[in-house]
T-cell receptor
């Protein structure tokens, strides 16, 4: 079974600064997908960014980018120019490719990000 | 697109009562997932459906929990009888089911269940 580990329960960053959230995972599969979700106090789960394992290029979405290291099974999220609205719980998630029944998302335990003035 | 719609948003019930949570997935999404979120256990997958058929219910805690998907636009999660330890936020999510497509889920707003 796949597992996802987020070793930083809490992180803090000053507004306009850059912060990196860590995520590692364990799998025996060669093809899979990785995601970062954001959960603000409203509790809505919001997809931030996704990465296909077969792509070497790191995904980028505006101020959000990932550092995907497949051999190390590492998938970190970098938030640049942090804003107060970035304060939330961030979850790393793993998904096998659709096929048979292996379609579920496995989540890490989350990292709570605080953004200070 | 109205997104994934869950109801109710909040539910407070007494121990022993039956609770039904409802979910309407995004039109065209043929995979539906029920998750439970607690402080202690994080996000746990309870059950998921592909094309209205339950695929994996190994996360359902016990026989008190049941889920149905009678058609492509509606699913329910029922707890009977409810217990205080069932208190949690229950999320429904949907996703297209396509091979070689890196879809994440679209989540509903969740139902906060409190059993007293």
């Amino acid at each position: 079974a796949q597992t996802v580990t987020q070793s930083q329960p809490e992180m803090s960053v000053q507004e306009a600064e850059t912060v990196t959230l860590s995520c590692t995972y364990d799998t025996s599969e060669s093809d899979y997908y990785l995601f970062w979700y954001k959960q603000p106090p409203s509790r809505q789960m919001i997809l931030v960014i996704r990465q296909e394992a077969y792509k070497q290029q790191n995904a980028t979405e505006n101020r959000f980018s990932v550092n995907f290291q497949k051999a190390a099974k590492s998938f970190s999220l970098k938030i640049s120019d942090s804003q107060l609205g970035d304060a939330a719980m961030y979850f790393c998630a793993y998904r096998s490719p659709p096929g048979g029944t292996a379609s579920k998302l496995t989540f890490g335990t989350g990292t709570r990000l605080q953004v200070t003035l | 697109d109205a997104g994934v719609i869950q109801s109710p948003r909040h539910e407070v019930t007494e121990m022993g009562q039956e609770v039904t949570l409802r979910c309407k997935p995004i039109s065209g999404h043929n995979s539906l997932f029920w998750y439970r979120q607690t402080m202690m256990r994080g996000l746990e997958l309870l059950i998921y459906f592909n094309n209205n058929v339950p695929i994996d219910d190994s996360g359902m805690p016990e026989d008190r929990f049941s889920a149905k998907m009678p058609n492509a636009s509606f699913s329910t999660l029922k707890i009977q009888p409810s217990e205080p330890r069932d208190s949690a936020v229950y999320f429904c999510a949907s996703s297209p089911y396509r091979v070689l497509s890196p879809y994440g889920y679209t989540f509903g707003s969740g139902t906060r269940l409190t059993v007293v």
